[in-house]
């Protein structure tokens, strides 16, 4: 209902009718608020209060998207009482890469419905809506006419043209879609099997599996070309994620891991673009980081695990802890048991991080000052305090393993007194890894150690596309067509993510 102050109607009758309703929408909307506020409250015990009581984090997001529907249905069913246009709130603009169609709604009449004078334009009033064109299927016949010479009956014809997949129906369009629904939207292939289905078209999981297959074949190499480029910076995130692998020998999963690999330069205004990498290997063993980064040399940001010890052994790879990891070990402990120290070393903690926030962007110099004038005393009398703490607390208590974990790798973490390059933690891989999580989910497990290695090769792409903020759809198609009309292999580099938005200026 939109009420505008500024033309009421006239009609005594129809004002007190308004008026009731808007008193019994109020009523109605006060016990909706009421009752959604209860769910409110009943959401966030469930993720923050006993951990028996906790909801999954996507069953929480569920909850809130259904939560912020009731909401919406409320504002909806609400009067809303305009007293000046202008002052109506702004919403962001649309992108303007979007196309854009224009319905022109204009009077049917020439004269003026008062006097009969002639009307003539003073201006328009335009708004805008987001529209939504539904995704659809299209076959595309390649017509290649023959023809035969008369005289020595020879037969010409244009070569047919080069396809992803060998005599396969898919266009480097439809492997795109196909690709990025599994890989950046976590749609299992059944599920697209399906969703075609009901277009239509019927195309087999196992068709669809080929599909992937065959077109990872062509971005191997593109692959490994972003792989070398990322190994030969001297600053790297690492971690690794656990991704089940089917293992029909013994009727069940395996346990492969990714080990994820990301430069961003950021934080720091770096030059070099930011980038992900994912290899997968069979297990966590010590020799797979070891054997990913045998040419690397410089910073290497890491969590606490003991396998990346082995490479600061040769002195070319200096590694840089994590404040988050350490913060967290304090941080169970506080949930734990309310420990007052635990709750001082996270208010301690935090003000590193807030001197981090306001030389986030700046130049290494400018960084490397602030933190020796403002953190470094911080750090050192949090050292201080720590070792204090240490021998007053059990040593068998969860409060002294957290304690132990922090001076165990205090050179580790503060390297960043000494280069400003260097970040507190190793955020920026851990949301490289995330997405790998959301997989896992949805897909329950690859299907074998070479599911496992696609895997790797389109997260890699993929998540590179959204650190540099190219829409991976467009991306994924245009590379492939790219591939398929003989783009030459000694110009890769000009296919990696950052390279190709030069050209395409797509964003997601």
Known sequence: MLIDLNHLPSDPEFLQRLVRDMAATVESRDGEIERLQSIIRKLQRMQFGRRSERLDGDQFELAL???????????????????DRDARPKRNPL??????????????????????????????????????????????????????????????????????IAGGLATPALLSHVLVSKYCDHTPLYRQSQIFARHGVDLARSTLAGWVGGACWWLETLHDRLARNVFASDHLFA????????????????????????????????????????????????????????HFKGVLHVDGYAG????????????????????RKFYDVAQAT??????????????????????????PPHRLLARRQRSKPVVAELRAWLETQLA????????????????????????????????????????????????????????????????????????SCKFNDVEPYAYLADVLQRMVDGHPINRLDELLPWAWKERNPVKI
């Not at 334009?121 to 076959?139: C, F, K, N, T, Y």
């Open 95 to 164: 992108p303007d890469h979007l196309p854009c169609e224009d319905r022109v709604l204009d009077v049917d009449h020439a004269a003026c419905a008062c006097c009969g004078g002639d009307l003539h334009r003073v201006g328009e009033s335009v708004s805008e809506m987001l529209d939504w064109i539904p995704a659809q299927l299209r076959v595309i016949r390649t017509v290649r006419p023959k023809y035969a010479c008369r005289t020595c009956e020879k037969i010409v014809q244009h070569a047919a043209p080069e396809r992803v």
């Open 308 to 327: 990346f010890e082995r490479l600061a052994g040769k002195g070319d790879v200096v590694l840089a802890a994590c404040w988050a990891h350490t913060r």
């Open 392 to 463: 007053q607390v059990s040593g068998r208590s969860t409060l002294a393993e957290a304690i132990r974990y922090a001076l165990a790798r205090w050179q580790g973490l503060t390297r960043f007194l000494h280069d400003g390059r260097i970040e507190l933690d190793t955020n920026p891989v851990e949301r490289a890894i995330r997405p790998v999580a959301l997989g896992r989910k949805n897909h329950l497990f690859a299907g074998s150690d070479g599911g496992g290695e696609r895997w790797a090769v389109l997260c890699s792409l993929i998540e």
């Open 65 to 83: 998207e259904d939560l912020d529907g009731d909401i919406a249905r409320v504002q909806e069913a609400a009067p809303v009482v305009i007293a």
């Open 239 to 294: 971690d690794d994620t656990p991704v089940p692998v089917l293992d029909p020998g013994r009727g069940r999963t395996k346990t492969g891991r990714l080990w994820v690999y990301a430069r961003d330069q950021r934080g720091w205004s770096g030059p070099q673009p930011s980038a992900a990498v994912y290899l997968f290997a069979p297990d966590r063993k010590a020799e797979r980081p070891a054997s990913h980064l045998q």
């Open 338 to 363: 309310g420990s007052p120290i635990a709750q001082d070393a996270l208010r301690r903690i935090s003000a590193l991080y807030t001197i981090e926030a306001e030389v986030r962007g700046r130049s």
